[in-house]
């Protein structure tokens, strides 16, 4: 059954680069949509999937508390303006082979893709026309920019897994068993980062709460 079915996709692809193909985009043989899917793959993975999540977790993390880095800054916009290129690079090409045939459109991957292109593109805009710290509007500024990454960030995942549902194949298979390896370990470290979080926190409570008692215990305040 199953290879019958990887037979009828065969064939549906083979007669969809002679049927479906719009006439202006010309000839292109399946092995050539294959390679390109790959790398469309691929590059949403790396740019959307991987990278958009680290700049989030270095901003959480390394800003000042619980880690500090000096470079934590350089480092988040490193990794989100590449995975913008990247993400980006990988949606045009996502778009060209949905233009280029009128049978593989998968409209719900294509707007989700939509989305989060958009949603990534206004997440660079708020990185170089954010306001000035002493700015009154910084507070709603930042509160934008943190619900808006999260938001591209979960969307991102979700329409990877909407693309690898879409492709029926031992490779498919086993890039999203890679992937979700990755986010495993892109989860454990972001969750252990929160423990050491709200670890630190409470020591530092009760580390305050201790200099106070010794202050009111010392002789001058008695």
Not at 19 to 43: D, F, T
Not at 51 to 56: D, F, K, Q, R, S
């Amino acid at each position: 059954m199953e290879h019958q079915m990887e037979a009828t996709s065969v064939q549906n692809m083979e007669s969809g680069v002679t049927a479906g193909l719009r006439p202006w985009k010309g000839q292109i043989n399946w092995r050539h949509r294959h390679q390109l899917k790959s790398v469309h793959g691929m590059l949403n993975i790396f740019g959307w999937g991987l990278l958009l999540p680290i700049g989030a977790i270095i901003a959480r993390n390394f800003r000042k508390f619980p880690l500090k880095c000096d470079e934590w800054y350089q480092l988040h916009t490193l990794c989100q303006t590449s995975g913008y290129i990247v993400g980006t690079v990988g949606w045009g090409i996502g778009i060209w082979l949905g233009n280029s045939s009128k049978q593989y459109t998968l409209k719900a991957h294509r707007i989700l893709g939509i989305i989060i292109f958009t949603f990534a593109t206004l997440q660079m805009l708020a990185l170089w026309l954010q306001p000035k710290k002493e700015n009154e509007y910084r507070k709603w500024w930042k509160i934008y920019h943190h619900l808006l990454g999260y938001a591209l960030i979960v969307l991102s995942i979700a329409n990877i897994f909407e693309g690898m549902n879409n492709i029926h194949s031992h490779a498919a298979e086993k890039w999203r068993w890679v992937y979700i390896g990755l986010l495993i370990v892109l989860a454990s470290t972001a969750v252990a980062l929160e423990i050491y979080r709200l670890i630190k926190s409470k020591n530092q409570q009760q580390q305050m709460e201790f200099d106070e008692n010794q202050i009111y215990a010392s002789p001058q305040h008695i």
